[in-house]
């Protein structure tokens, strides 16, 4: 999952460097690495708030965010660090604390997509409950007794009430024998994707959705 498109900048090197770096890999954050010690992470923010732009960044070292992640550490890690630092680049370091890469947010949005079979041929059912009424293993009991099986399913709570989401991705583009099952059992289908242009539109949802569940 590391990305192979961001190049770090030296604490030598002026803000404009590291500005132009950002605007090539569409990020607003770039590593500060020297001689692979991880120095830290600059923000275009932190740039233009120390006058950064035509100075070296080693001036105001002490400014950076230091924050790094190791490359062992699981996804699910990775996701919630940058949500709370709202960061769009994450540094990973290597065992021996030296500088190994980085994530984008866009490597994070993709190795999800993959985690969660988004990619794999198949429908995508949306059933919307409230929350006392949600039971995984009735649902799956439903859907695998139409020979369809569940690769995969996210819960999207909705905030500030009991109603939820369950976004099921299912092993079968014809779903229509797993709809009337599921209504028969009183639940609301709320969408239904079978063909991969409608899938495409929905990964796309769920892509800018990410993207602003992670505010950046």
């Known amino acids: 999952m590391i990305s192979d498109i961001i190049t770090p900048v030296r604490s030598s090197e002026n803000g404009k460097k590291a500005l132009s770096n950002m605007d090539v890999y569409r990020v607003s954050h770039i ?74 947010l866009y490597d994070l949005a993709r190795r999800f997509a993959n985690l969660f079979s988004l990619q794999e041929i198949g429908g995508v059912l949306v059933l919307e409950m409230n929350v006392n009424d949600y039971s995984i293993s009735q649902i799956s009991q439903i859907v695998e007794s139409n020979d369809v099986k569940i690769l995969s399913f996210f819960i999207n709570r909705k905030p500030g009430t009991n109603n939820m989401d369950v976004i099921l991705k299912l092993d079968r583009e014809e779903l229509s024998g797993v709809v009337q099952a599921l209504m028969r059992y009183n639940y609301n289908v709320k969408a239904v994707y079978q063909d991969r242009s409608m899938l495409t539109d929905l990964y796309q949802d769920r892509y800018d959705q990410f993207m602003r569940f992670m505010n950046i």
């Open 31 to 104: 590593p500060v690495v020297d001689d692979s010690k991880y120095m830290g992470l600059v923000s275009d923010k932190l740039i233009y708030d120390l006058n950064l732009v035509d100075e070296p960044i080693s001036k105001e070292l002490d400014k950076l965010n230091t924050t790094h992640v190791h490359k062992d550490q699981h996804i699910f890690e990775l996701a919630i660090v940058m949500y709370k630092l709202k960061i769009s680049v994450l540094p990973v370091l290597d065992d021996d604390h030296y500088y190994f890469g980085a994530i984008t």
